[in-house]
């Protein structure tokens, strides 16, 4: 009998720690202010390296900025090089204990650098078409700054992983880009909170 009572004394015990533990490990996962993720398709397919950080002000607030790097590769169709996107969030989330987490909208500004087709020289200057060179048009520099929204949603763990997926668009404000009207700002993003 006495092994029984020190054996269910243990387990009590051990339960009662386990139940402590938890939610304060969650509770700090969550007032934690500070956050960085990578876009991980963006660099799967080669094209780009996208940074993000994020500053979490409440539970349903937060701004920070995301850096993208282009890897210079002129067959590519994305034709942006350097980008730095400041935004700001406002979350719907519903439950107090979790912050900045779940859906989210997203006002952002894109200041952008990059090349596309010089068209003046390529409509001005073709090359002959009976000659068997190949024919490799001139790129030319361009900076642009576009303004624009996104839609996302955020899973954040309690151990601080995240998970996040968000898509929007910004209209060019200077027009210096020929090749498009505006950006796509769209990644699954995967991350950590501390």
Excluded: C
Excluded at 133 to 145: A, G, M, R, S
Excluded at 166 to 186: M, T
């Amino acid at each position: 009998m006495k092994h029984f009572l020190t054996l269910a004394f243990a387990a009590v015990s051990v339960s009662g720690f386990a139940q402590v533990d938890y939610p304060e490990a969650s509770g700090m996962v969550f007032e934690r202010k500070h956050q960085v993720r990578v876009g991980t398709i963006k660099l799967l397919t080669g094209n780009s390296l996208d940074l993000g950080y994020e500053r979490v002000l409440d539970r349903n607030r937060g701004f920070g900025a995301n850096l993208l790097i282009g890897f210079d590769d002129y067959d590519s169709d994305f034709n942006q090089n350097f980008s730095l996107s400041p935004y700001y969030r406002f979350y719907f989330s519903k439950s107090e204990e979790y912050g900045a987490k779940g859906m989210f909208v997203e006002g952002f500004a894109d200041f952008y650098t990059g090349k596309s087709i010089d068209y003046e020289f390529y409509y001005n200057y073709l090359p002959d078409p009976n000659s068997d060179n190949y024919y490799v048009p001139p790129k030319k520099n361009f900076f642009d700054i576009a303004a624009g929204v996104a839609l996302g949603y955020k899973w954040v763990n309690t151990i601080g992983f995240v998970l996040e997926m968000k898509a929007g668009y910004g209209r060019n404000l200077l027009q210096e880009n020929p090749d498009a009207a505006g950006v796509f700002r769209g990644d699954f993003s995967v991350g950590y909170r501390f």
